[in-house]
């Protein structure tokens, strides 16, 4: 599976957008990037996922560089609750699509 | 509506003991996955199952794990002789098999084993 690299930590302030990068420079056409997140002592929880056109839901928004070997997962206004590690991976469509996390970003937000 | 759930939430075993872990995947979904997670450490793939399919087993690290997955629901991970490196928080995921890239994985919330 192709690598991702994410920063070690980042912070921000409560209500504040964040926006997390993720480079990916290897990726195949195959790939799809996906987030997922996982709060203190819980399992993973999805957050999005995208092929090459930017894309939102009710959680976060990802935009994905024209050339794809970038995206950044922006959370529009930070809660206490979405400090976690995110975790940016690539999945092929085929197979397994088993999940493999790097170690992450670890968000704090700050009140 | 229901999530993945996992039972027990805790268990702590002697080494050499055997020990069952349980998911109920959410209804509906064919993909069912068991990963572990060790203190601090990433996301292990230990095997994974699809509808009817013969399980994909390359990731369970030894003869002494296994799996299997009861009318395409309800699936039980097996350790016997456990061992103390086998601690970890062992977690269940399920996921419906929708259109290219679909495959957003559903966590349960694990069962944290210990082996003393």
């Known amino acids: 599976d192709a690598k991702t690299t994410q920063p070690n930590s980042m912070e921000s302030n409560e209500e504040e957008p964040v926006h997390l990068p993720c480079n990916h420079s290897?990726?195949?056409?195959?790939?799809?990037i996906h987030w997922y997140r996982q709060l203190p002592s819980q399992g993973p929880e999805y957050v999005i996922h995208g092929l090459t056109s930017n894309v939102n839901n009710r959680m976060a928004s990802l935009a994905i560089a024209e050339d794809r070997k970038s995206s950044t997962l922006i959370l529009h206004r930070a809660t206490l609750r979405d400090a976690a590690v995110y975790y940016c991976?690539?999945?092929?469509?085929?197979?397994?699509?088993?999940?493999?996390f790097g170690s992450g970003t670890r968000l704090q937000v700050q009140p | 509506g229901a999530g993945v759930s996992q039972s027990p939430s805790n268990k702590v075993t002697e080494k050499g003991k055997d020990v069952e872990l349980r998911c109920d995947p959410i209804?509906?979904?064919?993909?069912l996955y068991w990963y572990r997670q060790s203190l601090g450490q990433g996301l292990e793939f230990l095997i994974y199952f699809q509808g009817n399919s013969a399980p994909d087993k390359s990731g369970l690290p030894s003869d002494r794990f296994s799996a299997e997955r009861t009318g395409g629901s309800v699936s039980t991970l097996t350790i016997q002789r456990t061992q103390q490196e086998d601690s970890a928080v062992y977690l269940c995921?399920?996921?419906?098999?929708?259109?290219?890239?679909?495959?957003?994985?559903?966590f349960g919330p694990g069962t944290r084993l210990t082996v003393l």
């Open positions: 995921a399920s996921s419906p098999r929708g259109g290219a890239g679909h495959n957003e994985q559903f």
């Open positions: 290897t990726i195949s056409g195959t790939d799809y």
């Open positions: 991976i690539l999945i092929v469509d085929t197979g397994r699509r088993a999940l493999t």
């Open positions: 209804s509906g979904h064919t993909a």
